[in-house]
């Protein structure tokens, strides 16, 4: 309905609906101050000030899609992956990201450069605090990302560090404390629609197993636990009669 609605856990009860977004709402992120961020199908960021009943809007210019997921890093500084297949890195002072990366899942994007081989990016999650950024998709890969927030330019924007093999849409990402590990939610289809189906892929809760060596090495360990799996999954198991 384009809400977002605001609930007290402290006090167990709803305080207050914010409206602003003229379409559906994708995905919130909230860190320790109170000014939650939101994404949504009319292609906006909303940074919402909620002791100053505002909020911000970030826009990403013409060529921008709308964001299907968003995460904080730091208190200023959030990332959101797009439907076209771009990352981007913004600072809440500047109304324009820091740094689009298009076609963050797709291998040397500069030489195909087709926006029609690029995966959307569905998920990510940032170890808070931290410059460790990691994205998902159905490229068969989690990858991670170097966040840069320095005080100029040229020491801001994102860098590649690794990609961890993972088959499926990856449709949630949790990073564990001190990055030792992520926890993903990984799918056949994708979490907002049914718009792409990866064959042989199961609906499965991965932990993935997160080292120092990660960013030198194009792997890690994976421990796979399936919670579920479709009925027209690729796998057939017939019935002993």
């Known amino acids: 309905d384009r809400c977002i609605r605001h609930y007290s856990l402290e006090e167990m009860a709803y305080i207050e609906t914010l409206y602003g977004h003229q379409a559906a709402v994708t995905s919130i992120s909230c860190n320790t101050k109170q000014r939650p961020i939101s994404t949504g199908r009319d292609r906006t960021v909303r ?3 909620i002791e100053e009943e505002s909020h911000l809007i970030f826009r990403g210019g013409s060529r921008a899609t709308s964001a299907d997921c968003l995460t904080q890093i730091k208190e200023d500084w959030f990332a959101t992956g797009h439907e076209d297949g771009s990352v981007a890195l913004w600072f809440t002072e500047k109304k324009k990201a820091v740094e689009t990366v298009w076609g963050a899942h797709v291998d040397n994007y500069e030489v195909d450069n087709s926006a029609s081989i690029c995966p959307m990016i569905v998920s990510c999650d940032a170890l808070r605090g ?3 950024l990691a994205t998902g998709s159905n490229d068969g890969f ?3 990302w170097k966040v840069r927030t320095g005080k100029t330019i040229d020491e801001r924007g994102l860098s590649k560090l690794a990609k961890i093999p993972i088959h499926g849409f990856v449709n949630g990402i949790a990073i564990g404390p001190k990055a030792r590990f992520a926890a993903l939610a990984v799918g056949q289809e994708h979490r907002l629609g049914r718009w792409e189906r990866v064959a042989r892929a199961k609906n499965r809760f991965a932990i993935v197993k997160l080292s120092e060596s990660d ?8 421990d796979e636990v399936t919670m579920e799996e479709n009925d027209d999954s690729d796998d057939d198991d017939d019935d002993d009669d």
């Not at 960013?215 to 994976?222: K, P, R």
């Open 142 to 144: 989690l990858r991670l």
């Open 130 to 132: 931290s410059d460790l």
């Open 215 to 222: 960013s030198h090495n194009q792997g890690a360990s994976t």
């Open 47 to 49: 940074a919402w000030k």
